[in-house]
Structures are given as C-alpha cells and as structure tokens.
C-alpha cells in the first residue's frame, strides 16, 4: 500500500487526496438530490403518505445530524482515514439495502441507517481540508473546488435522478438511484485505502457516549414529531414530544459541561461555544440550509404532481440552476478574499430576488411553459453558490487545526439539522396549505418561509462578521 509522507501539507499528492474525499461528497450530495427527483415515483410504487414522503427525505438527515458530531470525534480518535473508510464502505452498503427496500417503513428506516454512516464519512472531508491546506491560497483553492463539487452534486443528482427512474433500466425503476452508489462507493474505498494519509489521533481522545446518546434521542425528538404532525392534525402529544426534545438537547449541554468539569472529553468542543464569530456564524449556517432542501423537495412536487413534469424533465430545468451555483462557486471564492463575507450577504439577496422573479413565474405559468421556470431558478442557484461555496471557509476560519474534527462535526451537525427541519417545516405547510387551498398558494406559502430564512441568515452574517472585526 502506498503511504503519504508524515507530513501531507508537503506533498503535492493532497491534491488526489482531496479528489478522494471531494468525491466522496459527491456522492453524498448526490444522494440528496437525487431522491428528490424520484419522490414521487416511490411514494406511487410504495404507496406512502405524506408524512413518509417527507420522513424519506428528513429521517435520513436525522440519522446524519443526531451522528455527525460523534463521527467527527471519531475521526479524531481513529483517524480520519479509518473513520472515512468505515463511513464510505456503511454507506454504500446501506444505499444498497434502501434499493431493495419493499415497503416505505424499511426504506425509512434503510435511510436512517445510511444518514448515520454518512455521519462517519462527510465529517472527514472538511478536517481532511482543514489539516491538508494550511496557508490561506491552497486553502482558498481546495475550498473553491469543494464548493464547485457541491454544485455539481446538485447538477448530476437532478438529471442522474430523472433519467435513471425514466430509463426503468432491468424494470429497476426508481430503486437504481439508490444502486448507482455501490460502485462508486467501492471505488472510492479503494482509494482512500491507498492514497489517504494515516493521520496520528489526537492524544488522549476518547468518545462521550451518554453525549451521543443524549443528542440522538433530542433530536429526533425535537425533529421527528415535526414529520407526522400535519397526519395527526398537530395533536398535543405532537407538541409535547418536539417540547421534550428541546428540553433534552438542553440538558445535553449541561450534560457536556459537567463531563469537561470531571476532567472528561466532551462531544462538542466546550470552548467552541465561547466562539462569537463560530456560533453566530452556525446560526446563518442554519437558516440558510433551513430553506435549502425543503426548496427543492416542494418545487419537484409542485412540478411533477400539480404541473405533470415527467421526472426526466424535471431534472433538466433543474440543471441551469445547479450550473448557476458552479459559476456563483467560482467567482465567490475569487471575490470573497477581497470582500469577506460581503459576498455571502450579497449572495441572499440574489436568493430573495430569485425567489420572488420564481413566485411572480409560478403564477403566469402553466404544464406547456413550465420551463420558463428554469430562468428564475438559474437566478436562486446563483445565490446560492455565492453563500454556499465560501461558507464553510467563512465559518471555520476560527477554528483551531486541533478542533478540526469538531468543529467540522458541528458544522456538519447545523447543516443537517437545518435540513431536516426545513423539510418537515416547510413541507407540513406546503401539504397543510394544499390540503385547505392550492397547490400554487402552497408553494408561494413555502417561498415565503424560504425568503424569511435566508433574511435570517443574512442577518446572522452581518453579525458574524462584526464578531470578527472585534
């Protein structure tokens, strides 16, 4: 097996190690808009409600948020290269049991599963970044490349998703969105095992797991009533059961304090928390994905259940949006080391104009010139790729090498917590406001509640960054 010098900042071949974990968030990415497209299709075959539409999506957020954190720790205990490894080989063992999912309560639960060893492998990609590139051009550089992939992800997820549930190869149907992942992920093992440093752990690091269960079972407690609610006409016990989780993961700072106070590792790095620039800059890492996945989820079902898009033409007026976000990546990381996160704050109000010239479109259009949609979607895209791409830079900036792991398991964390919640959030209202009105005053209700988000997130940066001029 070939190894890395112990130093891999020196060697050119970080690039290639980056290619490998790059791709690795390809696939991640991937996964996510994929699904997306092919929604529809499996909640015809599998005949699932509304609420397993959405638990689809969200649980397998879930199982990412509720680990991701404890899979950055591992990284920092084993290695980021044995945890990447453990975590491409469980997810694409997991994509494989959700393509032979039968029922939508097994695919739910395939999905849990397969968001909980993706929180064993994403973590890694960002401290893997973190620790390779030091000096401020390379960094700049893996970060630009980073941000371009994630587009690109959106890009291929949206037009692989169509194709493949249209094309029906072998009568698979919509389960080979979920196929594709085996070989890739296999590649990918092989080179990771090959080329991905042996990067020492850090001394003395050990796992909280009273930590890990505690954030678990609040989170999904918080999360998860969210996803059933609209079916059980939001119950008191709905709002009891989201009331306890937050009062769990309340407890679990406490909790985390005390394990630091009795001379214990905590799962979160305490000291992050004292952070202002960090955690303000979690907060707008919130809000912006809040309104990111639950975008997508309510314009695929607007488009293919209301306007009748076939999944395959769907994908493809999705696909000058995802471009949008490559270009917006590239010209981000260009003007963000001149402009700071300027260029984010910028970036949500390219969002908000996107998504009020995409509002002002939905209601002048109709099945024969849906794809006049594709215009204003381009627009939202390019927002998006101007906040997305430097954002993790942006909000990591003050994290020390030693904090990679939990650092980035915190980002990790917030980003799909946000995501899970913004699909049940926004998705409960899309499907309550269907229900008692229209499809299309559902989907402006939805726009509403993204537009609100992203202000918050512009709100947010402008607080991050005056954290950091102090």
Do not use: K
Not at 418 to 431: D, E, L, Q, S, T
């Amino acid at each position: 097996m070939h190894q890395i010098v112990a130093n891999p900042v020196d060697s050119t071949r970080r690039w290639w190690v980056l290619a490998i974990v790059v791709a690795a968030q390809f696939m991640f990415g991937v996964d996510a808009f994929i699904v997306n497209v092919a929604i529809p299709t499996i909640a015809a075959e599998l005949r699932a409600s509304a609420a397993q539409i959405e638990a689809v999506i969200a649980v397998y957020l879930i199982g990412y948020a509720t680990l991701v954190i404890t899979g950055g720790r591992l990284g920092d205990i084993h290695g980021t290269r044995n945890t990447f490894l453990a975590g491409v080989l469980g997810f694409t063992l997991t994509s494989l049991w959700c393509g032979l999912a039968q029922s939508g309560p097994e695919l739910i639960l395939a999905r849990l599963a397969q968001g909980a060893t993706a929180a064993l492998m994403v973590p890694q990609v960002l401290a893997t970044i973190h620790v390779l590139f030091v000096d401020e051009e390379t960094r700049a550089r893996a970060f630009a490349v980073y941000g371009i992939v994630l587009g690109l992800a959106g890009a291929a997820g949206f037009l692989l998703g169509g194709l493949l549930v249209t094309m029906d190869l072998a009568g698979l149907g919509w389960r080979a969105v979920f196929f594709v992942n085996v070989p890739v992920g296999l590649v990918i093992t092989v080179a990771a095992w090959r080329l991905m440093p042996s990067v020492p752990r850090r001394p003395g690091t050990r796992l909280d797991i009273p930590g890990a269960l505690v954030l678990f079972a609040g989170l999904l407690g918080l999360i998860g009533p969210l996803l059933f609610g609209h079916e059980l006409h939001w119950a008191l016990s709905v709002w009891l059961a989201m009331a306890a989780g937050a009062a769990v993961i309340a407890g679990f700072v406490r909790l985390e304090r005390r394990v630091a106070l009795r001379g214990g590792m905590p799962l979160i790095d305490l000291a992050l928390l004292a952070d202002a620039a960090f955690m303000r800059g979690l907060c707008a890492v919130f809000f912006f994905f809040f309104a990111n996945l639950s975008f997508y989820l309510v314009m695929t079902l607007f488009m293919q259940n209301t306007l009748h898009m076939p999944p395959l033409r769907a994908g493809f007026i999705f696909v000058p949006l995802a471009l949008a976000f490559v270009v917006a990546s590239r010209h981000s990381g260009m003007r963000s080391r001149h402009r700071g996160t300027l260029v984010l704050i910028e970036g949500c109000v390219v969002q908000v104009i996107g998504l009020a010239a995409l509002a002002a479109t939905v209601l002048a259009v109709n099945a024969s010139s849906a794809s006049l949609l594709a215009v204003p979607l381009a627009v939202f895209g390019y927002g998006q790729g101007l906040v997305m791409a430097p954002l993790s830079s942006a909000v990591l900036s003050t994290v020390q090498t030693s904090s990679a792991g939990a650092g980035s398991g915190m980002y990790g964390t917030t980003t799909q917590i946000a995501n899970a919640a913004g699909v049940a959030a926004i998705g409960a209202v899309y499907f309550a406001v269907q229900s008692e009105a229209s499809a299309v005053i559902a989907l402006l209700a939805s726009f509403a509640l993204c537009v609100l988000s992203v202000a918050a997130c512009a709100g947010f940066l402008l607080w991050m960054r005056r954290a950091g001029a102090a």
